[in-house]
């Protein structure tokens, strides 16, 4: 059972569109971690959250976390094929342990 | 930093055999963990050492799998007699105290 709901579980843009996926939980996480994982590949951090509200932004990608530290959202601006892959969303509840979202697969074709 | 490696990188088995996997995690870090990835899933975790010490296991982990982190550095995950329910990804992560996690590239097991 997954603690967290990521939405939509898939989503295929043309290149240059924008995409939001969506992280959401019945929990509150003292932080919350987006990763990105290729095929075959390890999951790799994009960015921790920590602060309810808090806003980040990675070149095109801007991240939230919302006030209650329930929910998160990533916004991808002018995907790229390169944005290819699937998204997870991780809630720390104690200063060890992730519990993963599903993820959303992200196909941008060029 | 030449990151968390994990040995081997597949590993296809017969039902009822018993498989090991290895991971090697980044050298100043002192926590290890270990969770298992199938199809469409995120990561689930397994199980958490701080050095040699298991402080964690999931009930995840049946009585047929142990781990062990021997001297606080690489550790092994064991699965005996393996089902095919047993089939997925095992992810290794390290981190130093509550840094981030840096994953391995995982082993894929298929047990047929």
């Known amino acids: 059972t997954q603690l967290l709901e990521q939405s939509p579980q898939f989503l295929s843009i043309q290149e240059g569109e924008n995409l939001t996926v969506y992280c959401n939980s019945s929990?509150?996480?003292?932080?919350l971690q987006w990763y990105r994982q290729e095929p075959g590949e390890g999951p790799v951090l994009l960015v921790t959250?920590?602060?309810?509200?808090e806003v980040k932004k990675l070149k095109r990608l801007t991240f939230q976390f919302g006030d209650a530290r329930k929910d998160s959202s990533l916004h991808i601006t002018a995907a790229q094929p390169g944005d290819t892959g699937l998204y997870l969303c991780?809630?720390?509840?104690?200063?060890?342990?992730?519990?993963f979202g599903a993820g959303t697969t992200v196909t941008v074709r060029a | 930093d030449t990151g968390v490696s994990q040995d081997p990188r597949h590993k296809i088995t017969k039902r009822g055999q018993n498989v090991t996997f290895r991971c090697d995690p980044i050298?100043?870090?002192?926590?290890l963990y270990w969770y298992r990835q199938t199809l469409g899933q995120g990561p689930e975790f397994l199980t958490y050492?701080?050095?040699?010490?298991?402080?964690?296991k999931s009930r995840l982990l049946s009585d047929r799998f142990s781990a062990e982190r021997p001297k606080g550095s690489f550790s092994t995950l064991e699965i005996q007699r393996t089902e095919q329910g047993d089939s997925a990804m095992y992810l290794c992560?390290?981190?130093?105290?509550?840094?981030?996690?840096?994953f391995g590239n995982g082993t894929r097991l298929t047990v047929t």
């Open positions: 992560a390290s981190s130093y105290a509550v840094s981030p996690l840096h």
């Open positions: 929990s509150v996480f003292s932080s």
């Open positions: 959250v920590v602060t309810g509200g």
């Open positions: 991780a809630g720390g509840s104690n200063d060890y342990k992730l519990s």
């Open positions: 050298s100043e870090h002192n926590r």
């Open positions: 050492f701080q050095n040699e010490a298991q402080l964690e």
